[in-house]
């Protein structure tokens, strides 16, 4: 089992920053590929970014050098930062914890506008 917290959203004006966080309990963090995902209203939850045990990380091409993933396995927190933001980021958060279960967080909200 994990539990997983998420942090860091909130309303920014386009062009703006935030760094969402994700802190996990319950398991070894440092074993999952962790993701964050997200879901606009009358759309499907979509990957915005991953990154595995290893390191190696992986975003959809929409957020491509706008968005950077990385984790901290001594605090099992996953970041994500996110420059540049537009009005079409605007979702709710999700963080996930994949291994041989999925596990999700609660989501934070991301409001891009001016």
């Known amino acids: 089992q994990v539990q997983l917290v998420e942090s860091g959203g909130g309303l920014v004006q386009p062009g703006g920053s935030l760094r969402l966080s994700c802190a996990a309990s319950?398991?070894?963090?440092?074993?999952?590929?962790m993701g964050w995902y997200r879901q606009a209203p009358g759309k499907q939850r979509e990957l915005v970014a991953s990154?595995?045990?290893?390191?190696?990380?992986n975003y959809a091409d929409s957020v491509k050098g706008r968005f950077t993933i990385s984790r901290d396995n001594a605090k099992n927190t996953v970041y994500l930062q996110m420059n540049s933001l537009k009005p079409e980021d605007t979702a709710v958060y999700y963080c996930?914890?994949?291994?041989?279960?999925?596990?999700w967080g609660q989501g934070t909200q991301v409001t891009v506008s001016s």
């Open positions: 319950g398991s070894i963090f440092s074993r999952y590929t």
């Open positions: 990154i595995t045990s290893g390191g190696s990380t």
């Open positions: 996930n914890a994949a291994r041989i279960s999925s596990y």
